[in-house]
Antibody, heavy 115, light 108 residues
Framework: QVQLVESGGGVVQPGRSLRLSCAAS????????MHWVRQAPGKGLEWVAA????????DYGDSVKGRFDISRDNSKNTVDLQMNTLRPEDTAVYFC????????WGQGTRVTVSS | EIVLTQSPGTLSLFPGERAALSCRAS???????LAWYQQRPGQAPRLLVY???SRATAIPDRFSGGGSGTDFTLTISRLEPEDFAVYYC?????????FGQGTKLEIK
């Protein structure tokens, strides 16, 4: 069955970096664009970043542009999110998701940015 | 950026009743690339409808989506106890891919 499993979350100080990873299985990973979406505590959903099926195109939300980098490894079926210069407002649960019309989402990993 | 406005913010209904949730876009959604999600506490969003009106895999037929351009609706024909949750619309026709603020469907 389809699985997306995020990892790498935790507590980090403002200004520091964190790398999230999402491991995919059960579908043709290399054929699908991938996304990261986040949800701050008690808030709604916010799209963070996207990467095309082959990694050739990347796109970011304005709030993370220049600080976050999305990448993928189709040989390992993983998509990563390198988060630099973290801010308290980056505190959220981070979900990875495949093509929007697949409905493939992970269960999320929690990131807390706090001193 | 396309802003999605959902209404109402909270909807209180009895099980068995019909629910109609609205999502209005600040500009036309390209190719009607509009999705609806259900989210229960502590869970990931669950895709219900994509392409404005196509039900996702394994979604019961009491859920239906409609609309085009800037006005979209999710209808739940007969509410079951498990349907009480938060619902989000999302446009994925143009970047940045935006979500509405959500409608909380609560038991009356």
């Amino acid at each position: 069955q389809v699985q997306l499993v995020e990892s790498g979350g935790g507590v980090v100080q403002p200004g520091r970096s964190l790398r999230l990873s999402c491991a995919a299985s059960g579908f043709s990973f290399r054929s699908f664009a991938m996304h990261w979406v986040r949800q701050a505590p008690g808030k709604g959903l916010e799209w963070v970043a996207a990467i095309s099926y082959d990694g050739g195109f990347k796109d970011y939300g304005d709030s993370v542009k220049g600080r976050f980098d999305i990448s993928r490894d189709n040989s390992k079926n993983t998509v990563d999110l390198q988060m630099n210069t973290l801010r308290p407002e980056d505190t959220a649960v981070y979900f990875c998701a495949a093509n929007w019309d697949t409905g493939y989402w992970g269960q999320g990993t929690r990131v807390t940015v706090s001193s | 950026e396309i802003v999605l406005t959902q209404s109402p913010g909270t909807l209180s209904l009895f099980p068995g009743e019909r629910a109609a949730l609205s999502c209005r876009a600040s500009q036309s959604v390209s190719s009607n690339y509009l999705a609806w999600y259900q989210q229960r506490p502590g869970q990931a969003p669950r895709l219900l409808v994509y392409g404005s009106s196509s039900r996702a895999t394994a979604i019961p037929d009491r859920f239906s989506g409609g609309g085009s351009g800037t006005d979209f609706t999710l209808t739940i024909s007969r509410l079951e106890p498990e349907d009480f949750a938060v619902y989000y619309c999302q446009q994925y026709g143009s970047s940045p891919y935006t979500f509405g603020q959500g409608t909380k469907l609560e038991i009356k």
